[in-house]
T-cell receptor, first 109, second 114 residues
Framework: QQPVQSPQAVILREGEDAVINCSSS?????VHWYRQKHGEAPVFLMI?????EQKGHEKISASFNEKKQQSSLYLTASQLSYSGTYFC??????????FGTGTRLQVFP | SQTIHQWPATLVQPVGSPLSLECTVE??????LYWYRQAAGRGLQLLFY??????ISSEVPQNLSASRPQDRQFILSSKKLLLSDSGFYLC?????????????FGDGTRLSIL
């Protein structure tokens, strides 16, 4: 029951916005978001708990729609440092975290 | 503050050789510990996780095994490596209660099987 992310890849110019979606086939307890730069370990961005909350981290924010079993990550006014692969991770019934398929984001000057 | 150490950073091993990767966490007690594998250009596959000393849950049947001999030590082993074992191995920790606690990753071990 690996969550599915879309799009698979995004190419942006600096200053442009992007949205990355994460969908699960099972009811969600929480959604995690991580960013992994090439050759490095994933780094935690934020967690959203059920309740439809939104969170922000610098110019990156996320929403969680519990009914639709979906989460979206919003990257506003993208910077070169935003490049990397973004993974969502879903938790069902407070069990283990299952990582999504990943979205590769490239930001060019 | 908490830190996680993982070594070695890179490893080249022949097919059929044994493997031992070690991970230690500092600055916290009774963490959840995880081993992930990532094939080139792919996602993160959970291999094992542990909620306490001697408690190991296996996610994928394979020729790998894990052990947790001490509270903050997690070891990934194999008796005979296969070509398909190549990949980027990541150790991670979190506080108990997975749902609302982030996972923190070590720097990873890049394993190449020849």
């Amino acid at each position: 029951q690996q969550p599915v992310q879309s799009p698979q890849a995004v190419i942006l110019r600096e200053g442009e916005d992007a949205v990355i979606n994460c969908s699960s086939s099972k009811a969600l307890y929480s959604v995690h978001w991580y960013r992994q730069k090439h050759g490095e370990a994933p780094v935690f961005l934020m967690i959203l708990l059920k309740g439809g909350e939104q969170k922000g981290h610098e110019k990156i924010s996320a929403s969680f729609n519990e009914k639709k079993q979906q989460s979206s990550l919003y990257l506003t006014a993208s910077q070169l440092s935003y490049s990397g692969t973004y993974f969502c991770g879903t938790v069902h019934n407070t069990d283990k975290l299952i990582f999504g398929t990943g979205t590769r984001l490239q930001v060019f000057p | 503050s908490q830190t996680i150490h993982q070594w070695p950073a890179t490893l080249v091993q022949p097919v059929g050789s044994p493997l031992s990767l070690e991970c230690t966490v500092e600055g916290t007690s009774n963490p959840n510990l995880y081993w992930y594998r990532q094939a080139a250009g792919r996602g993160l596959q959970l291999l094992f996780y542990s909620v306490g000393i001697g408690q190991i849950s296996s996610e994928v049947p394979q020729n790998l095994s894990a052990s947790r001999p001490q509270d903050r030590q997690f070891i990934l082993s194999s008796k005979k490596l296969l070509l398909s074992d190549s990949g980027f191995y990541l150790c991670a920790w979190s506080r108990q209660m997975v749902a609302d606690q982030p996972q923190h990753f070590g720097d990873g071990t890049r394993l190449s099987i020849l």
